[in-house]
């Protein structure tokens, strides 16, 4: 079991559910956007949010935006070890710091000594371009390299009396990042951040998330995750919530299934399922919906969906767990898929 540490309001590691990190993109100066982003975050499930804090400015906007958010607050710091003690002097709940870029002991210290005093929590992040430059002399720029690094820091910051640690080695090679997390995840007790950097946009990052991230979390590690997109943030959260639901960590809202069409297909599927995959945005239950393009074949291929429609001659049919429910007009059975899963979500709330 990890070492449980807080941040803010909520505890990662110790058995404590998974929990969703994302960063923010707009200028951390420009603080009414980087709020309204914060706020859509939150609103799509966020639970841990960080910021960039590069400049001065940027770190006195935090003590506004950390008054004004309820998600806890990270400042992400690289090279200025002062604009972590600002940072910390302004009230966030966390601070993640590359000591590999830091470098020198003391100041490294001096932020241990103020996030002890505020009693707040500190990552150590490393990753392929901040290795310690003894490992990276040694190993070259892979997984030992990384994993030795990140060992040494945690040892450096434990021997200063620290232990409010989360620690994350990454790569933006999903196959390395595995490797290494499995490897650092024997040697620490300390929860794990985990996530694939500079994953790419969502065509690859959605991949190389889901390896990358995805076969950690089936082994168990990881407390929390980051899916790194050049996307907007929000995407990074939704990416997050469906890679949590389909491997069955978490509940986080619907699962959308579809046939992939074959010369059986009797309704314009691609567009069905563009529809339904966006009304599906507003539905917060955990519930498998199947979208199928025959009803001949549908409903028995979907049998494991909670619920579904299959297309067909003009009608279409509307399922649960494979039973027909009804058979409605082809213009229609999107607005009836919905509405059945409407009456699901009475159900739910009601516990049955
Ligand atoms: S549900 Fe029908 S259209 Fe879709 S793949 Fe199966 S047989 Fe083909």
Redesign the pocket.
Request: charged residues 15%; hydrophobic residues 35%; aromatic residues 0%.
């Given at each position: 079991m990890r070492k449980k540490v807080r941040i803010g309001k909520i505890w990662i590691g110790g058995g404590e559910p998974v929990a969703i990190q994302s960063m923010t993109k707009c200028r951390t100066e420009d603080t009414d956007r980087l709020l309204e982003e914060i706020r859509k975050l939150e609103r799509e499930g966020c639970e841990i949010v960080r910021v960039a804090v590069p400049t001065d400015e940027a770190a006195q906007s935090l003590r506004k935006i950390r008054n004004k958010i309820k998600l806890p607050l990270v400042a992400d710091i690289h090279y200025d070890w002062r604009l972590a003690l600002r940072a910390v002097e302004a009230g966030v709940d966390k601070i993640r710091i590359n000591p590999g870029n830091i470098k020198e002991r003391g100041k490294i210290k001096e932020i241990v000594k103020v996030c002890m005093e505020r009693e707040i929590a500190m990552r150590i992040g490393v990753n392929t371009g901040s290795l310690h430059p003894e490992f990276e002399k040694k190993y070259g720029r892979g997984v030992e390299a990384l994993v030795e690094s990140a060992v040494y820091y945690v040892k450096l910051v434990e021997d200063m009396g620290f232990t409010s640690m989360v620690v994350s080695v990454k790569s933006s090679d999903p196959v390395e990042n595995v490797i290494a997390n499995r490897l650092l995840h024997q040697r620490i007790p300390y929860p794990l951040h985990i996530g694939v950097t500079e994953a790419g946009p969502p065509s690859w990052g959605v991949l190389a998330s889901g390896a990358g991230v995805g076969c950690l979390l089936m082994d168990g590690i990881g407390d929390t995750i980051r899916i790194s997109l050049t996307a907007p943030s929000v995407e990074e959260v939704r990416v997050a919530k469906r890679l949590l639901t389909l491997l069955g960590i978490r509940k986080l809202g619907p699962v959308l299934v579809s046939?992939?069409?074959?010369?059986?297909?009797?309704i314009d599927?691609f567009r069905v399922v563009r529809e339904v995959e966006k009304k599906l945005e507003r539905i917060k239950i955990p519930v498998k919906v199947a979208v199928?393009?025959?009803s001949?074949?549908?409903p028995g291929?979907?049998k494991d969906a909670d619920v579904g429609l299959?297309g067909g001659k003009k009608r279409a049919v509307i399922f649960r767990k494979g039973e027909i429910v009804r058979i409605v007009d082809e213009d229609k059975m999107v607005d009836e898929l919905m509405k059945e899963i409407k009456r699901m979500e009475v159900e739910y709330d009601e516990g049955g």
């Open positions: 046939c992939p069409t074959c010369g059986r297909l009797e599927l199928m393009g025959c001949v074949n549908g291929e979907a299959a």
